[in-house]
Structures are given as C-alpha cells and as structure tokens.
C-alpha cells in the first residue's frame, strides 16, 4: 500500500501547530504555575510541612561570634589619656532557636514566644571561656554617668558604695563570666534593696538575659489572605507600636522579625524588621545581585542612615539624644544606662569616633552587615548581622572610681550572629528552585524550537509533494494534448483511399 505523503506531511504540521501551542502555553502560563506554588509554600502554615517546619525550628545552623575589646592601658585612661584596646576573639556560640507557644488566630495571624540558647563552640573559637580579658566596668562607668545629675552628697555616697563592694572602673575577669555573668556584691545589693534597676535579678554578665530566653511575643500574619503581608509583625508583647523614642515613626513596629520576608522581590523592595534587642525597627537596602551554589540572590546592607544622628538624617530625630553618626543611643530600652550600638569598630560612622580609641580598623568586608536573600520566596541564604556594644564614659565629680577620664564612646565586645542554608536544605532548594524551573524553561522553549522545525520540515515536504503532483498533471495533459492533435500534410488512411477513388474516376 501506497503511502499518502501529503497526508503525512499535513499530519506532522498538525502535530507541530499542537506542539508550538504547547510551549506558548508553557510560557504564559508556566511563570503563573510557579507563582502560585511559591504562595502555597511561603505562607505560614501546618499543612506546608517543610517550609513550616522550617519557620517553626530553623534548621540552619546559626552562630554567634563575639570579639571582646581588651583594655590595654586602664590606669593610664583613668589618668586622661586616649584609651587602647586590643581584638580577642571571636569566642563562638551555637545559637539554637525554637519557636514555642504557636497559636494561630481567627485573622490569619500566629502568635510564638522564640527560645534561644546558646553553646560554646571550642573548635570553632580563637580561644576559651576561660581567657581573660579588661573591659571597662558598666556598674560603676555607666552609673556614674546616670547619677550626674545627682546631688554631690549622693555621689560621694555611691562611690563610697562602689568602695565598699570593691567594684572598680574596670573588670578583669574571664570570658565566660563577663558573658554570662559573675557573682558581685554589688548587684546582690542592687537586687535586694533596689528591685528592678538592673535587667537581671541573678549574676550580672554581658548576654546573662539573652541565654535560656525568648524575644517576646511576637504575633506576625500567616499571608494566607494576602502573600504580601507574610512574615509581617502584627504586634509585639500586645504593642502595636513602641514608646520608647520621641517620634511616632521613631516607634513604628515595621517589617518582619528579621528570619523570612514575604516573596517576590525586587531590586526596589527594603528589608524591614523589628529587633526586640535593639529596641527598634530597621531597614536594610538592596546593594547587588548574587549566587550560591546556583541560586540567585539580591544582597540587602544597612545604609548610611540606618545609625546617622538626627543632624544628618532627619527622620532619625527622633532616637536622640544623639551623638556622631553612626551611634544609636539604646539608654531609653536599657535602663538609661548610657550604652550605645553601633557597627563594628565604628564602620560607616562619623571619623571622629576613630580618634578617639586606639587599635580600631573598620572595613566593610569584616565589619559590615548583610542578608543574602532569595527574591522569588523571601527565604534568607546567608546572614551576617554584626553589631557593637559601645559604653559612654566621662569624668563625674564626686565619683572618684571615674578619674580623670576623658569623655568617650568606648567600645567594649561585638558580635556577629551568621548562618546559612546548607546540607540537605540547600539541596531541596537547589532542586525547586534552579532545577526544576530550568527543565521547564528548557522544555517551554524546546516545545517551541521542535514545533516550529515540524511546522516548517513538515511545510516543505508538503509543498514538494504537492509541487510534484502538479508537475506530473501537467505532463500528462501535454501528452494527452498532444495525441489528439492531427499531423498537418497528413491525410488519414480512409481519407487517402477515397481521394484516389475520386481521381481514378475521373
């Protein structure tokens, strides 16, 4: 049996319009498909299991890395001189956070208390809790400067108090105590006869309130009605804005608690969040584009402005009283103690503060913050927050443990909280998120290229047969034609015989 060979060819156009129609398809509707499976799994909810379990125990490890400044030279500071100080560390923690508490409400939010914990990390640190280190001395440095104002008779008595508990302006202690805190009659005093002045009612260390807590309660949507408004704080401790600064935007609660953000990014979109222990909101900005392991990334970095002083920045009047830029005074959240915030050996703040200390070298590689995020889920890939803990210290007549000190912001320890997605986490991401979006770009795109080869092969191969087919037509018609057609000068047969009849009867 013969094979049609346009009907062949009208069979395969056919199955490569279909094939073409596919692949537009794909491509119209393929970036919808993808969209809506990225909201099923970002919002904040039990039946997602991997991307909820990942919001409820992070399973990424995250560390806490702290650099204490080592005073060098304390008797010569007491004396009037520039201070000197030296980096130890960094002294790591393992940060282990877990969300308790969860329960979810009627208005698509979900409240939680976060637990953290902290463990030391010998092989990953430059060093031991047991190293010991100078610092200056927050009970005696920082309450000298908050009793100021005080009359002159109550100071003399408060530095008679120091005398007595034999706290002096600076501290020589371990690292592990001055972490974690250390035993001082002092604050057992405080604690007895002045319940409340300090953050904690046990030993007196620098993270003794940040070990074995929670961040508060935090309530946050789940963006089931809305993905745009996934991960966003609803309100915090029951407070829907704060009262710790002098401007209500100063005390806006914005943003998200700083772990995920909702999806869909991009280069023009802001991290916000709101840091229970910096007392505020904060907003970084997108600086670049990246990669990990495959992965794109938009790199979100703290501008200029997030610790800028009321002066230089307007908007931020209202967390003064301001020093140089580069300084957040927290004292209002802290007890009025006179502590400060601000980056890494003052990087991104005003020069000045670098003349006043010895032994600080900023740079932006080592000393500045970032967040590595995915744009399409909001799901952070690496995370670098460092920040420092500076104390105000003066010379306050009547408080003798103060010397002759000259009026400085003193760095005492930073510390760096990082992590970042590995393991079989950044598989799975790998696999949803490059792998399989590059197989159907690649088979979007290839049902569109094979359709179109069809279409056209298919086309020509059509067009030759029927070419064909045209031609043989008309060769057939000529030869038809021309059988019928008489030789001129010709007679036929019968013709030819009547003829010579006629003329031999003539």
């Known amino acids: ?58 399973p990424v490890p995250f560390y806490m890395s702290v650099y204490f400044f080592n005073v060098l030279n304390p008797k010569e500071i007491l004396k009037g001189e520039k201070p000197m100080v030296e980096q130890k560390g960094p002294y790591v923690y393992r940060k282990r956070c877990q969300k308790d508490n969860i329960t979810f409400h009627p208005n698509n939010t979900v409240s939680y208390r976060e637990y953290r914990k902290y463990f030391f990390e010998p092989t990953m640190s ?41 706290e002096g302006p600076f501290l020589t202690k371990t690292v592990g105590e001055l972490m974690w805190g250390y035993d001082s009659g002092l604050v057992d005093f405080l604690n007895t006869y002045l319940p409340g002045m300090l953050p904690s009612s046990g030993k007196f260390g620098l993270f003794a309130e940040f070990n074995n807590s929670n961040t508060g309660l935090f309530t946050i949507f789940t963006g089931k009605d809305d993905i745009r408004n996934v991960h966003k704080v609803d309100s915090w401790n029951g407070l829907t804005e704060l009262n710790y600064w002098r401007t209500p935007q100063c005390n806006m ?14 280069k023009e979109s802001t991290l916000p969040f709101y840091s229970p222990d910096a007392c505020r909101s904060m907003e970084l900005v997108y600086q670049r584009p990246g990669e990990m392991h495959g992965i794109p990334l938009y ?37 009025n103690s006179p502590v400060f915030i601000s980056h890494p050996h003052f990087f991104n703040a005003d020069p000045v503060l670098l003349d006043y200390v010895h032994g600080l070298h900023p740079n932006e590689e080592e000393h500045g913050l970032f967040i590595d995020i995915h744009p399409q889920t909001g799901v952070p890939l690496n995370v670098s927050i460092r920040l420092q803990l500076n104390l105000y210290m003066k010379r306050v007549s009547g408080i003798t443990e103060t010397g002759k000190i000259s009026e400085v912001v003193m760095p005492m320890i930073w510390f760096e909280e990082s992590g970042y997605i590995d393991g079989p986490i950044l598989n799975t991401f790998h696999t949803n998120l490059v792998i399989l979006p590059a197989v159907m770009e690649y088979m979007q795109y290839g049902f569109i290229a094979l359709g179109l080869m069809t279409i056209i092969i298919a086309s020509l191969v059509h067009y030759k047969v029927k070419r064909s087919r045209t031609k043989v037509s008309i060769e057939v018609e000529k030869t038809m034609a021309s059988d019928k057609e008489p030789v001129k000068g010709s007679l036929c047969p019968d013709m030819q015989e009547k003829s010579i009849m006629s003329y031999s009867e003539k």
């Not at 073409?20 to 993808?34: D, E, Q, T």
């Open 299 to 335: 790199r979100y970095v703290a501008p200029k402005t997030l610790f800028a002083n009321g002066t230089d920045y307007t908007p931020n009047e209202g967390f003064c009283p301001c020093r140089q830029s580069g300084l957040l005074n927290v004292s209002s959240c802290r007890h």
């Open 126 to 166: 430059k060093g031991n809790e047991s190293d010991v280190v100078t610092i200056p001395n927050m009970l005696v440095l920082g309450a000298a400067v908050m009793m100021e104002n005080l009359p002159f008779a109550l100071r003399l008595m408060i530095s008679a108090s120091f005398k007595t508990f034999n």
């Open 253 to 266: 609660i914005n943003g998200t608690a700083g772990q995920m953000w909702p999806p869909f990014m991009t």
């Open 1 to 58: 049996m013969a094979v049609n060979k346009s009907k062949v060819a009208i069979g395969f156009i056919v199955a490569g319009v279909l094939m073409l129609s596919f692949g537009l398809m794909f491509v119209i509707v393929g970036p919808a498909v993808m969209k809506d499976q990225i909201t099923k799994n970002t919002m904040i909810d039990p039946k997602n299991e991997m991307s909820y379990t990942m919001w409820k125990d992070i």
